[in-house]
């Protein structure tokens, strides 16, 4: 059996790449032709900045010694809990960008960089490497300072379907957020026919995997970020679900991305979450400071909620704009 799995592409006719996997070997080729996808899927985003600088050399910064330019203006939230990406305000919109570097080691770096790792087995035998090795991304997005939340949108489970195309609210395909340790996020989305939980297979120990152009991300939980937040003396544990506090990223729109805990390392209110995990509240530091007003979040936290498993990124784009 060789089922074709859609998921990292989009289903227009910019598509022009499929992936064909082998069910039992998890071997995964890639047939490319005509314009290069600048993402998991659909077209290159301009808007998004996508692309590649051939000028720095992928995998050689860790934590400690990646490069980063923070503005005087940006704010403390940013500014406290960002690593490795460069922030700057402009208007009314913050301005963060990223090479999408993991800082760290990974099997997807390729044997020839001082960040290569082996891949890990450990997990069983039904994880496998794609193809693919990281290259080093060109991404920005502009995300309002004070993002508006879009009107008449209620999340609810008939908008959370994990299939791409079926809302005009889903984020796009590609590059849709970044992380506090500069990795790039992408939503949770396949099309027809796929299935992320497949995808799962080809993470590394990071749940990371890169896709053909090499841009690496994240459509899940990872210990990644919160090896920031341990950096930052804010945990020890990093393991998701673990930490004191949780906190992944931002998508394009000013949507946060966290886990178990809130930024305080208070565990939220379960009730009342939308059906994505999401809810808007001050975003309170674990000195009592707001860093952010009644922002819109969503909490990922599988292990210790069974009665809110979500464990991906989220599929709906709460806030107006994603540029
Ligand atoms: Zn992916
Ligand atoms: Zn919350």
Known sequence: MLPIFWHDLGQTADTRCMRIQHALVGLMLCACSGTPTGADGGSADASADVGAEASVDAGTSLLDTCSATVGATVPAFYK????????????????ISTKGQPPYKTYYYGPASTNYA????SRGNQYSPNPNTIKVQSVTFNVPLTPTAKSNLTITSG?????????SQEYKMGSAGVAINSVI???PLAAPGD????EKYTFDDYNGHPEMTGNYHYHTTTKGPLQVLSKLGFTTATEPGTATIELY?????????????????????????????????DI????????????????????????????FT???QYYTTCN
Request: charged residues 15%; contains cysteine.
């Open 195 to 198: 299935d992320i939980e497949n």
């Open 284 to 311: 309170i530091d674990n000195n009592n400071q707001t860093l952010l007003t009644n922002r819109y979040h969503v909490h990922l936290c599988p292990t210790k909620w069974t009665s809110n498993p979500r464990k």
């Open 159 to 167: 908008l959370i379907d994990g299939v791409v195309g079926t809302s």
């Open 118 to 121: 082996s891949f890990d087995t």
């Open 80 to 95: 406290t809990y960002f690593r490795c990406t460069d922030l700057s305000v402009n208007g009314s919109n913050l301005v």
């Open 314 to 316: 989220p599929e709906i």
């Open 249 to 281: 990223g931002m998508m394009c729109d000013g949507t946060l991305v966290m886990g178990c805990t809130e930024l305080s390392g208070a565990t939220p209110i379960l009730t009342g979450f939308d059906a994505q995990n999401g809810h808007a509240h």
């Open 185 to 187: 996020m992408f939503n």
